[in-house]
Each structure stands twice: as C-alpha cells, then as structure tokens.
C-alpha cells in the first residue's frame, strides 16, 4: 500500500535549520509530483514547495523562497526540504504529498516543526 513517512521535525531556534525527509513506497516514485505542504494551528494547509520528480523542476511559496530547498533521490524514493533561516512564523505541521492526478494523490502524516526561542 502506498506509505508517505515524514521525519526530521522538531523544535529550532529563530535563525536555526532543519531538514525534513519523506519516505516514499508503494507508488511509482519517479512519475509523480512531490510536494511539502505545512498547515498551522487556525489556518489552511498551504502549499510550501514542489518538484517534479521526473525533470527536477521546482516551485516554492514566496514566503520560503530563498531560505527552503526541496529536493529528491529516486534511488531513495525520498523527498526532502531543507529548512534554513526558520521563523517563527514557519511553525506547523508539515506534511509530504505525492500527486499524479485527482485520484492518485496522496499524503503523509506529517511532522511538527516548532520554530521558537
């Protein structure tokens, strides 16, 4: 069955790195899109970053441009976001999605980054 398993997450300070990895199985990995969102406490889950596994491209919200890198290792059947120059308003659940079309899309369980002092 398809499995999305976040790790990597956990409590920085303001200015601090982290980066988070997705585990990929039960899906062709190399033909879909994979995509980190985050969602904080009263707000809707927004869409953080993506890459096409296939081609390499990417796309990040401008609230991360600059600071978040999101890459993959098919080898690995792995995604993951490096985190760097975190705020305070970075705080949520991240989650990993992996997407091909509106019925094969799929989502993990997330991991809680908190970004405090």
């Known amino acids: 069955q398809v499995q999305l398993v976040e790790s990597g997450g956990g409590l920085v300070q303001p200015g601090g790195s982290l980066r988070l990895s997705c585990a990929a199985s039960?899906?062709?990995?190399?033909?879909?899109?994979m995509s980190w969102y985050r969602q904080a406490p009263g707000k809707e889950r927004e869409l953080v970053a993506v890459?096409?596994?296939?081609?390499?491209?990417?796309n990040y919200a401008d609230s991360v441009k600059g600071r978040f890198t999101i890459s993959s290792d098919n080898a690995k059947n792995t995604v993951y976001l490096r985190m760097n120059s975190l705020k305070p308003e970075d705080t949520a659940r991240y989650y990993c999605?992996?997407?091909?079309?509106?019925?094969?899309?799929?989502w993990g369980q997330g991991t809680q980054v908190t970004v405090s002092s």
């Open positions: 999605n992996a997407h091909l079309d509106s019925i094969r899309n799929f």
């Open positions: 039960g899906f062709t990995f190399s033909s879909y899109a």
């Open positions: 890459i096409s596994t296939t081609g390499g491209s990417t």
